[in-house]
């Protein structure tokens, strides 16, 4: 893990930490060489130096970021499982365990759309 990043989780309560650290790990393993950094404030993963997908720790969820064509492709599903979502992001409750089948899902259909 980027040494950015790592001390940006730290910043949380450890009950986020650990969503944010399962996330971390999962996307990071199901992407093909990413590369890490912080970016607009928030951990990014980036294939060939370009931006794929964001997540964000908050008090109350967790957010992830696959930009517009990500969340517009997944809406429906959103919608159907109670998640908030905006043009750009998805919400997940830290209640609530993370949709890892669904995350693959998202990835998968970013790394088609880059191919």
Do not use: C, D
């Amino acid at each position: 893990m980027h040494p950015e990043i790592a001390a940006h989780i730290a910043r949380f309560p450890i009950h986020i930490q650990e969503k944010l650290n399962a996330i971390h790990a999962f996307i990071e393993q199901n992407l093909p060489e990413p590369t890490q950094k912080m970016a607009y404030g928030i951990p990014t993963f980036q294939l060939n130096g370009k931006n794929l997908i964001h997540y964000a720790g908050y008090s109350k969820h967790i957010g992830l970021y696959p930009g517009a064509k990500g969340i517009a492709a997944f809406a429906a599903e959103f919608e159907a499982r109670g998640y908030k979502y905006s043009k750009g992001a998805v919400q997940f409750p830290l209640h609530q365990a993370l949709p890892f089948e669904l995350i693959i899902e998202i990835i998968t259909y970013l790394l088609k759309q880059r191919a």
